[in-house]
T-cell receptor
Framework: KQEVTQIPAALSVPEGENLVLNCSFT??????LQWFRQDPGKGLTSLLL?????REQTSGRLNASLDKSSGRSTLYIAASQPGDSATYLC??????????FGEGTQLTVNP | EAGVAQSPRYKIIEKRQSVAFWCNPI?????LYWYQQILGQGPKLLIQ????????DSQLPKDRFSAERLKGVDSTLKIQPAKLEDSAVYLC?????????????FGSGTQLSVL
């Protein structure tokens, strides 16, 4: 059974700081890994999707890496802004296209 | 492009009552998912449809939960009777193909409170 763990559970940083969110998974037989953002009271927005054959994906100030063999992914946020405050969720997709989510990292960026 | 639509936005019921949620996926998306997200946890898959057919309902509590997707488009999720532990946000998502092509688009969810 696939299990996804995210560390830390919560993070508070000053504006402008670069930060890293961590995600680990137990079964390396994945199709892809996705990072989502969730704002309070809202649904999930897909940020980045890394296929199992890829090592990283970049979008603007976001960079996600994937090390499938060690079961790890990181989401790097450069020059953080107050608008980045949200919960960030990592999810892995396995056979049958089921997504298994971690419990998320709640990020607060202070002005 | 219109996103995934869900209604109602909020629902408050008493335990043992029944409730239904509705989802309209992005036009043309063959795969539709229902997820349950309990406060402080990540979403958990309840059921996945590919067009009209069920692909995965292994985590759906079938004694009280049911779901259908008529004509491969809209879907409804029903709970009957509701329990206190069903209080959660119910998220609907859709994707173009499912499988490893992957990218999911989520609706805003229905927040259910069972008293």
């Amino acid at each position: 059974k696939q299990e996804v763990t995210q560390i830390p559970a919560a993070l508070s940083v000053p504006e402008g700081e670069n930060l890293v969110l961590n995600c680990s998974f137990t079964d390396s037989a994945i199709y892809n890994l996705q990072w989502f953002r969730q704002d309070p009271g809202k649904g999930l927005t897909s940020l980045l999707l890394i296929q199992s054959s890829q090592r990283e994906q970049t979008s603007g100030r976001l960079n996600a890496s994937l090390d499938k063999s060690s079961g790890r992914s990181t989401l790097y946020i450069a020059a953080s802004q107050p608008g980045d405050s949200a919960t960030y969720l990592c999810a892995v997709q396995t056979s049958g296209s089921r997504l298994t989510f971690g419990e998320g990292t709640q990020l607060t960026v202070n002005p | 492009e219109a996103g995934v639509a869900q209604s109602p936005r909020y629902k408050i019921i008493e335990k043992r009552q029944s409730v239904a949620f509705w989802c309209n996926p992005i036009s043309g998306h063959a795969t539709l998912y229902w997820y349950q997200q309990i406060l402080g946890q990540g979403p958990k898959l309840l059921i996945q449809f590919q067009n009209n057919g069920v692909v995965d309902d292994s985590q759906l509590p079938k004694d009280r939960f049911s779901a259908e997707r008529l004509k491969g488009v809209d879907s409804t999720l029903k709970i009957q009777p509701a329990k206190l532990e069903d209080s959660a946000v119910y998220l609907c998502a859709s994707s173009l193909f499912g499988g490893e092509s992957g990218k999911l688009f989520f609706g805003s969810g229905t927040q259910l409170s069972v008293l």
